[in-house]
């Protein structure tokens, strides 16, 4: 029988989402993106070699059919970038195994003009963004400003489009930001470009996925971001401007919540976070410093150095709820080794009370403090390991002290970057 799975991050992103999509990929036939662009870095480490996608799914290094949904928001010109940098490794990218939902939404330069103008104009108050024009764009889709692929290789329609929409849009951006409005012929001349380069993988995606599961293939849905970063459920407004949780894999690809097998949530063995917003079980001391250090939490888009904290339940519990969680995946439980003493938040405090859900009210959330439990750690490097069994017993009983606190079965471990760098105890798509 076959299965379909969907994997998204818990936390505030960079999970480990995209090395365990790659590893999963093996198994499934579409690999398909529903959500968010550019914003996202995916990193994937086969046989010592890192690759980073921002737009392109996870599963191109198995060579699957992926799959770009309805739901992402995506710059044509990263989008080329990302395909001519994975053919130059040798990676077969063709509008066979790469296709773009003609309802995706088209980032424009606007976009990021904007993006930036805000952050700018916002200073103190900023969310901190990638700048990637993800924001603006779905405020475009939402507000029907938005010009989607079907538009952007119709060069009648598209020229049309950017006339109109730029009218209202460089007011804007000359008089409200105070930067430079964008020159509409120069869209128009640069974006026939990237459509004539782009056309022949454009298609409706929801037949292609639908078609697949009709002949017995399996589909793995990659999510990006993470959940408290989802527009409705994360710390809003320090959000992305997308939903992230697993329903959406349905609105963003196009098909219906019965097509869905399982859910596995992404949970990195502590927590980090990149930008501006609330992180209740945050570090600002050595233990934080060298969490940051030996996990190599750096923004895999930005750069930005991660902030770091210790594995937060309260957060992880809210992720379970919210995606209807199936199965967990511990990433990067190698990190945190060498450490004495490992702290796991299990409820907040708020004015004297015991909080067991995550706040929605931003102003409650900032006022918890963390109420945490301690386990003894281990010392050992466990990167070498590849079976539960032979995991020192701290490391065991971590593991089982967050199945307890979440009641969610750990399906897969992770103990370092790389592909074979797992423990595998369950896939479902095998
Ligand atoms: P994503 O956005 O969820 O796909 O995650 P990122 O790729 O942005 O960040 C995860 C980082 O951790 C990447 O540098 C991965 O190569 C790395 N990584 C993933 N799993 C593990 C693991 O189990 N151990 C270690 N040490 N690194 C890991
Ligand atoms: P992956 O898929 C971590 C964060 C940004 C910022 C907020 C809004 O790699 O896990 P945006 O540019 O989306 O408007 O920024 O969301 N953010 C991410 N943080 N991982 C990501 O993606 C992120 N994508 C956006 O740092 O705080
Ligand atoms: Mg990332």
């Known amino acids: 029988m076959a299965s379909n799975l969907v994997i998204i991050g818990t936390q505030w992103g960079d999970e480990g989402k995209g090395k365990i999509v790659d590893l999963l990929a093996e198994y ?30 996870s599963g191109i290094l198995q060579q699957k059919t992926c799959l770009i949904g309805n739901g992402m928001v995506v710059d044509p010109a990263v989008l080329i970038e990302e395909i001519d940098y994975l053919i130059g490794k040798g990676i077969d990218v063709t509008p066979e195994n790469l296709m773009i939902s003609e309802k995706a939404q088209v980032i424009m330069p606007w976009h990021k003009t904007i993006d930036h103008g805000r952050e700018k104009k916002q200073g103190k108050d900023r969310i901190g963004t990638t700048g990637r024009g993800i924001g603006p764009a779905y405020e475009d889709k939402a507000s029907r400003k938005g010009i989607r692929f079907a538009e952007m290789i119709d060069p009648a329609v598209f020229a049309e489009r950017v006339r109109t929409v730029l009218e209202e849009k460089n007011f804007f951006i000359e008089h409200y930001l105070k930067e430079t409005p964008v020159d509409p012929d120069a869209v128009i001349r640069e974006y026939s470009g990237y459509a004539e380069r782009l056309k022949a993988h454009v298609t409706n995606i929801s037949v292609i996925i639908d078609d697949g599961i009709k002949a017995g293939k399996q589909i793995l849905f990659e999510g990006a971001q993470g959940t408290h970063l989802d527009i409705d459920h994360g710390t809003y407004p320090f959000v992305t401007s997308s939903n992230t949780v697993s329903g959406n894999a349905c609105a963003g690809a196009g098909i219906g919540p019965k097509a ?19 992180f209740p079980s945050e570090l600002f001391d050595a233990v934080g410093e060298a969490i940051q250090k030996k996990g190599a939490e750096f923004g895999a888009t930005t750069g930005r150095k991660r902030r770091c904290g210790w594995l937060d339940t309260v957060l992880l519990r809210n992720a379970v709820r919210l995606n209807g969680l199936t199965g967990l995946v511990i990433t990067k439980l190698d990190v945190l080794g060498g450490l004495d003493t490992l702290k796991i938040c299990t409820a907040y405090e708020y004015n004297g009370e015991r909080i067991e859900h995550f706040p929605g009210d931003l102003k409650v959330l900032a006022g918890c403090k963390p109420v945490y439990e301690s386990l003894p750690g281990w010392s050992e490097d466990i990167s070498g390991i590849r079976s539960k069994e032979e995991l020192p017993k701290n490391a065991k009983d971590y593991l089982a002290r967050m199945e307890e606190l979440l009641e969610v079965p750990v399906r897969i471990i992770s ?14 798509l095998a």
């Not at 579409?30 to 737009?55: P, Y």
């Open 28 to 57: 499934a036939d579409l690999v398909v993106r529903f959500q968010g662009g550019n914003n996202a870095g995916h990193t994937m480490v086969v046989d010592g070699e890192q690759f980073i996608s921002h737009l392109v799914p």
């Open 260 to 278: 869905i097998d399982n859910v596995f949530g992404i949970v990195k063995a502590y927590t980090t976070r990149v930008g501006q917003g609330p």
């Open 415 to 428: 103990v370092g970057p790389g592909r074979k760098e797992t423990i595998v105890l369950e896939n479902p």
